[in-house]
Structure formats: C-alpha cells, structure tokens
Nanobody
Framework: QAQLVESGGGLVQPGGSLTLACVAS????????VGWFRQAPGKEREGVSL????????DYADSVKGRFAISRDNAKNTVYLRMNNLKPEDTAVYSC?????????????????????WGQGTQVTVSS
C-alpha cells in the first residue's frame, strides 16, 4: 500500500530548529515532486516548500524563505525539511505530499489538489 509517513515534529523554543522527514513506502518517490504543507488551527492549509523529482529545483513560501531548506534522498525514498529560526507562527501540523511528475521534470506547484499522495502529518509547536 502506497503511503507517506512524516516524522520529526515536536515542541521547540522560538529560534530553535527541527528537521522533518517524509518517507514513502509502497512506491518510488523518484518520479514524484514533493511538497510540504502546513495547517494551523482555524487557518487554511498553506504550501511551505516544494522540490522537483530529481531535487534540481526548489521553491518556498515567502514566510519561510531563508529559514527552511528542503532536500531529498531518492535512494532512501525520503524528503526532508530543515527548519531553522522557528517562530511561534510556524506552529502547525506539517504534511508532505507527492505529485507524479516524472523523473527529470522541473514541474512543481503549490496547488494541493494536484498531489496524489498525502501523509497524516506531524505536529510542530514553537513556544517558550
């Protein structure tokens, strides 16, 4: 059964760091672009960061540029999100999603309805 599982969330103080991981099972991530999305209580889901199937291109929401870094290891079927200088407004459930684009594609999108697989999410709480 194809699925995505996130890990690495938790409670961190403002200014701290976390690294989230998104592991795929039941399918190969190497032909999928991957996006990280987040949703805070009472707010709309927000696209955070994207990476192409090969890792050759990335994109970030303005709110996280310069603080977050997305990467992938296709040999491990895993995508990472390194989050630095975390702020209370980063508190949310973070989910990863996979979009079948083909290997070598430069296509990435923040449109959530284009994604084929979604993980259940991991909670990130930034608080002192």
């Amino acid at each position: 059964q194809a699925q995505l599982v996130e890990s690495g969330g938790g409670l961190v103080q403002p200014g701290g760091s976390l690294t989230l991981a998104c592991v795929a099972s039941g399918f190969s991530l190497e032909t999928y672009a991957v996006g990280w999305f987040r949703q805070a209580p009472g707010k709309e889901r927000e696209g955070v960061s994207l990476i192409t199937s090969s890792g050759s291109a990335t994109d970030y929401a303005d709110s996280v540029k310069g603080r977050f870094a997305i990467s992938r290891d296709n040999a491990k079927n895993t995508v990472y999100l390194r989050m630095n200088n975390l702020k209370p407004e980063d508190t949310a459930v973070y989910s990863c999603a996979a979009d079948l684009t083909g290997s070598g594609s430069y296509y990435i999108t923040f449109r959530a309805d284009e994604y084929d697989y979604w993980g259940q999410g991991t909670q990130v709480t930034v608080s002192s």
